[in-house]
């Protein structure tokens, strides 16, 4: 007899042969129902696998992550079974769980389309109707062969494994998959799911390869949770950027200027401008010194700071001036460098804090752009914080708190900081990692900001703060960076003059508030779903006449309005003032002033504020008042 640990310390004796699902019906008969896996010593495992000698034990519940995870995993399966009986001669790839879903990549025998998904899902519910045992079996490597030797693609994997112990394959029915698992027990015991999307996938994702039928798909453990999801997924696709930059006229890519290259119209432009002007200030409030640097530089600068052996992939190929190659930078810091290294510093001038918006090129394949978040061309809010030692923790607790201050203005107040440490591989002393990784956990604290670690995930030169931000529906981007680098300062060999005459080399800071502006502006375009708050707002109010022969009042408004410093224009098109407010409206116009006959005869604007049906009558005057107010 052996026993089991369970995660509140409590043991339970387990007999000879018993199972896992033995144990956890002992831990509690209704945890059963809830159950997919457990984690025994440490790794998860079926329900119907052995106990064997017991150890640390823990039931993993249907709605847990891991939990979600095997539910999702196991849903591919289903699916591509359900691919099999519908397209019989269909070869099978992978198919992992992802967040929120899953996918398979299949050779299909034929041809699958979108139109063709709920045919599928009624196949796969089926399936689950049919409760079929979900069993692992454990073939000798063989054996595994022999079962694809019509799929090459199986072969593939299996003759890449490396020992020829035997291998897990998962049945169900007829159905039979390579899978490491673990996996529900019966096909019965999946919960809702939808087929989404279909899409081409290149196997191995190399473009050499052949192209395989990639379906997506999401699974829950209840239909509530399913539905919940799609309801924010419909949110999210009313919400996104592209979309919305086409409807509301503030940006583009044209295929003759280049895939990834941003064109920011009127609209975009001036709130791109405002947020530029915004940030200019703040960090002219916060010590920092303007810079601009060149969109090109020799080779042998990128061969100093490593890009050349180091990025050299997404750099651009060079360009050939009076015979020396010179390449558009994919970053700015080497240039910052350069200010800092144009004459030696004394100890007295530090810290040195270098700010830019500086535009860079990065390589990316065309199949991973995607509007605004992923471009080849982006313009960064770049900074470089140049410090004495004794001046670190300073320096990282008020970049800390001018990134806090920044995503607040912007209503990103939903957000967590990871505090990355240092990697089995790193560059630099190990003392200087440590007061270094000690800065950047004292800011977190002082700040009194709950954190995570991410134990190891610091870059090969530096520890760092990385700020990922909630928005509006709850998603996760990364935006803030506070991350040391010691492999520069050393490749470019900083120094400065310290008290005793000697050279001594400075601490080097790389720091990032919005990161890119191109995919900020899109994250800020959907956390916002348009409708900008007033004082980001491209244009603030419009004027719109009732009838022709109000239009010069509704200028007269316009131009007191923009004497105010408003941005405001009249609506002068030849078409019906209903219309007119609706137009407006889905232009999601803060304010809308309908001016008619009465209006022009006492001094008044009708308001029409966004989102609300009520409207009332102001005195220009009492109106731009609560416009300034709203704009402080």
Known sequence: MGAVRLPDGKELTVEPGEKVRDVVAKVGPRLLRDAVVARLNGELVDLDAPVDGGGDFEVITKDSPEGLEVLRHSTAH????????LYPGSKLTIGPPVENGFYYDIDVAGRITDEDLPRIEEKMREIVQRDLPVECERVPKAEVEKLYEDNPYKLEIIRDLEKDDDIKIYRQGEFYDLCRGPHVSSTGRLGAFKLQSVAGAYW?????????????????STEKDLKAYLRRLEEARARDHRKLGRELDLFSVSEEVGPGLILWHPKGAMIRVLIEDFSRQAHLDNGYEWVFSPHIGRAGLWETSGHLGFYQESMYSPMDIEGEDYYVKPMNCPFHIQIYNSRMRSYRELPKRYAE?????RYERSGVLHGLTRVRGFTQDDAHIFCRPDQLEEEISRAFEFSLFVLRAFDLADFTPYLATRPEKYVGEPEDWGRATEALRNALEAHEVPYEVDEGGGAFYGPKIDLKVNDALGREWQLSTIQLDFNMAERFGLEYIGEDGRAHRPYMIHRALLGSMERFFGILIEHYGGAFPLWLAPVQAVVIPVADHHLPYG?????????????????DAPMSMQKKIRENARQKVPYLLVVGDREEEEGTVNVRERGEKSQEALKLEEFAGRMHKEVV
């Open 204 to 220: 191995r994702g190399d473009e050499r390869n052949p192209m395989l039928t990639r379906i997506y798909g999401t699974a829950w």
């Open 78 to 85: 289903a699916m591509a079974q359900a691919v099999l009986e």
């Open 357 to 361: 918006y500086g535009a860079v090129y």
């Open 555 to 571: 200028c007269e408004v316009e131009e007191k309005l923009k004497a105010e410093g408003f941005r405001v224009e009249v609506d």
